[in-house]
């Protein structure tokens, strides 16, 4: 035995562009021949680029927490947030690479959200969420495009610049609820001008260093609940570079996203402008959210991915009894089960990112209704377990903060919550698929694609045929208790169905056998994992617990 002091090597980064078959299947799949071969060429230069470039500056800007000034030396009042350099110029590369403007280029098209999505997974999960004012103001692009040409005029040729742009914010969340936003209580106060005052407060404002935001507020005068908001655009700063009046209460501290700065703001007579007239702000707003969610999604993914591809090669760093890791046969196993999930997940982000590209181009907008709370719900829950596993796969040094893997673990919780939690995906989803004719055309769908599944996988076709059946079953109900239950088990039928379709589609051998593997192990599981026929009553007793008074 040397006696050397011993010092484990660690994980090493890679391209993953590379590395990860199963990304670099998904986008194949998805592009045209000749556009894959553009998009391969800034994929891989992205691979490379994270490995060292953004990785360092995500660590120092995750190091280096933005900070609340309120006043200066001689106590005049200031409320400047100062972020480290490093943060900024993430912010600044992820427009350079594209990722706002993609959608509104014409280069890739109805397919350039799936550029968008295999971008982001390369990008996501290094560059201390740097990625979330870049997809609000992709949101805010669409939503001004949607519902006011003379704002669009005005503003989106600086949201989409890839230099020297603008990001934008969105002000939704107050202090008497999140997604419950009909109990907003931020006023709005006519001018003669035809502007309009803010009077406020924001509770959770993730992109306080915007140029631009949007927010929900009630016209004087307006009806109570959800129908009385209408949608304002506001610049963050006046003509002289002071706030647009506005005070910052405090910066949050936050489980993770630490680099990003989140602020509790107070709007006090902030001048802002209608968004497409006056009323409908929900219904405005949800532009944004629909392509929020496919962010969150798609970030949740990119955690996985990061963490598995750093597990992989640690595996093969790391010796335990005589043995690499890799050659332990309960670490493979373990590794692999999680393995099929991340392929899953992958595949049905990337599905709807196609589908909202299309939306947008014109098509089907049934697919983007369904699938962006499903990708969201789904992706992000399963991606906070698959990082809690990966998290241990390292041992102690997975707990170990300069490691950075606990930061990786941290950040891909805030999925969970932004743009809606679990439930509330679950139940905007069953009311996507209540309108009329809605839930029909949906199931409709899936028929010809078992029929083809069943003739690859012939016990996997008649398992998501029967899963698919009690799914329905479930949704003629209406019970809505059974939501998150349902939503669930739909995520997990589309996704063996993707996973299915990616072993008919898969261009060699190699790739047809790692697809086929994910499919048997994803499908190994149940689809219906919350299917256990409980009585609500019961469930209701245990909730809450039992207060015994002494």
């Known amino acids: 035995m040397s006696d050397e002091p011993f010092t484990q090597d660690p994980p090493r980064p890679s391209n993953r562009f590379r590395t990860d ?72 590369i992820g427009a350079e690479l594209g990722l706002v403007a993609l959608p ?81 209580r931020t006023r709005a106060v006519a001018r003669d001008d035809g502007t309009w005052e803010l009077y406020g407060t924001k509770w959770f404002t993730s992109a306080t260093t915007a140029d631009l935001a949007l927010a929900l507020a009630r016209p004087d005068g307006a009806e109570s609940g959800s129908r009385g908001l209408s949608l304002f655009a506001l610049e963050l700063r006046d003509p002289s570079g002071g706030w647009n009046r506005l005070r910052v209460r405090r910066l949050k501290e936050k489980l993770g996203t630490k680099a990003l700065p989140t602020a509790e703001l107070d709007l006090e007579g902030t001048r802002a402008v209608a968004v497409g007239g006056l009323g409908r702000g929900v219904a405005k707003i949800a532009g944004v959210l629909n392509v929020a969610r496919l962010w969150a999604a798609l970030g949740a993914v990119a955690g996985v991915g990061e963490l598995l591809s750093l597990a992989r090669d640690y595996a093969s760093r790391r010796e335990v009894f005589g043995k690499p890791l890799r050659e332990q046969p309960v670490h493979r196993v373990w590794l692999g089960r999680i393995a099929a999930e991340y392929e899953g997940m992958l595949l049905l982000a990337f599905d709807a990112a196609r589908a ?30 698959a990082c809690s596993h990966l998290i241990e796969s390292f041992g102690g040094a997975g707990y170990i903060e300069d490691t950075g893997l606990p930061q990786i673990f941290r950040d891909v919780h805030v999925h969970c919550i932004w743009e809606g939690t679990t439930t509330v995906l679950a139940l905007d989803l069953l009311r ?119």
């Open 432 to 550: 996507a698929l209540d309108e009329p004719g809605a839930m029909q055309q949906w199931f409709d769908r899936y028929r010809p694609r078992i029929e083809a599944i069943a003739g690859i996988e012939p016990g996997v076709g008649s398992q998501i045929d029967a899963a698919l059946g009690r799914v329905r079953a479930l949704l003629e109900t209406g019970r809505t208790d059974r939501a998150r239950g349902i939503a669930r088990g739909l995520s997990r039928i589309h996704r063996a169905v993707l996973l299915a379709e990616a072993v008919a589609a898969a261009p060699d051998e190699a790739e047809r056998r790692r697809s086929r593997a994910a499919l048997r192990v994803f499908t190994a599981a149940p689809l219906l994992e919350e299917d256990a026929d409980v009585d609500a009553s019961e469930l209701e007793v245990l909730a809450f617990g039992e207060t015994v008074r002494v």
């Open 104 to 184: 509104y280029e014409e280069t890739f098209g109805a397919r350039a959200r799936v550029v968008q999505a295999a971008l982001l997974q390369l990008f996501g999960a290094v560059s201390a969420t740097a990625s979330c004012p870049l997809a609000m103001t992709d949101g805010a692009t669409r939503v001004l495009l949607a519902q006011d040409d003379a704002l669009a005029r005005r503003y989106v040729p600086r949201l989409i610049a890839r230099r020297g742009g603008w990001t934008c914010a969105q002000w939704m969340t107050e202090t008497t609820g999140g997604s419950d936003v009909g109990r907003t």
């Open 21 to 92: 078959g199963a990304l670099r299947s998904a986008v194949r799949r998805l592009l045209p021949e000749e556009r894959y071969a553009l998009a391969a060429a800034l994929l891989d230069d992205a691979g490379e680029r994270a490995i060292e470039e953004w990785r360092a500056l995500g660590m120092r800007a995750e190091q280096s927490p933005p900070r609340h000034v309120p006043y200066d030396p001689w106590g005049r009042c200031i409320d400047r947030i100062e972020v480290d350099p490093s943060w900024t110029r993430l912010v600044a």
């Open 356 to 385: 909202i590209g299309e939306a947008e181009h014109g098509g089907d907008p049934l697919e983007a209704r369904v699938l962006a709370p499903l990708a969201k719900l789904a992706c992000a829950r399963d991606a906070v377990d």
